[in-house]
């Protein structure tokens, strides 16, 4: 079975600078998908960022990006200029290839903004 | 309407009572996911629909859960018996069709507390 590993229960990151969450995984496929998601209080999951695994490409939203290293099995999410809208629990998760539709979470990481 | 809509917003009942959970997805997505989030832990996969194929019920905990959609739009998860252990936020997710690793879009959920 695929899990999902984060091991950062908290962080914090001074307003304007840059922070990283780490997330390791388990699969044995070759062809599947990982995701960052981030919940603030009103418990709405809202996707952060997607990477699909046969993109060597790291992909980036705006002041968000990814580190993935496929054969490490690691898939950690890099904010720049952190703002205090960015406080929340940042999750990530696994969904495997085609047919396999469930995504499995890691436990979160909850991020903390110092203004 | 332009996300995944949720009702109740929070339940409380009584153990041993039977409860009803309500999801409406974003128009044209065909599949619909359930998850629960248990307090402090990441999200836990309880079943999927997709189209007219038959449901992954693969992640219901007992054969107290039970999950309906009808007409591929509306959702209805039901738990029966209710035990405290069910206690949790209650999230439902849609996403469009595709090959891709499409995206899950959340609703912001259903607190479940049992007395």
């Known amino acids: 079975a695929q899990t999902v590993t984060q091991s950062q229960p908290e962080m914090s990151v001074q307003e304007a600078e840059t922070v990283t969450l780490s997330c390791t995984y388990d699969?044995?496929?070759?062809?599947?998908?990982l995701f960052w998601y981030k919940q603030p209080p009103s418990r709405q999951m809202i996707l952060v960022i997607r990477?699909?695994?046969?993109?060597?490409q790291n992909a980036t939203e705006n002041r968000f990006s990814v580190n993935f290293q496929k054969a490490a099995k690691s898939f950690s999410l890099k904010i720049s200029d952190s703002q205090l809208g960015d406080a929340a629990m940042y999750f990530c998760?696994?969904?495997?290839?085609?047919?396999?539709?469930?995504?499995?979470f890691g436990t979160g990481t909850r991020l903390t903004i110092i203004p | 309407g332009a996300g995944v809509s949720q009702s109740p917003s929070n339940k409380v009942t009584e153990k041993g009572k039977d409860v009803e959970l309500r999801c409406d997805p974003i128009?044209?997505?065909?599949?619909l996911y359930w998850y629960r989030q248990s307090l402090g832990q990441g999200l836990e996969f309880l079943i999927y629909f997709q189209g007219n194929s038959a449901p992954d019920k693969s992640g219901l905990p007992s054969d107290r859960f039970s999950a309906e959609r009808t007409g591929g739009s509306v959702s209805t998860l039901t738990i029966q018996r209710t035990q405290q252990e069910d206690s949790a936020v209650y999230l439902c997710?849609?996403?469009?069709?595709?090959?891709?690793?499409?995206?899950?879009?959340f609703g912001d959920g259903t607190r479940l507390s049992i007395l």
């Open positions: 997710a849609s996403s469009q069709p595709g090959q891709g690793g499409m995206p899950q879009h």
């Open positions: 990477q699909e695994a046969y993109k060597q």
């Open positions: 998760a696994y969904k495997g290839p085609f047919g396999n539709e469930k995504l499995t």
């Open positions: 128009s044209g997505h065909t599949a």
């Open positions: 699969t044995s496929e070759s062809d599947y998908y």
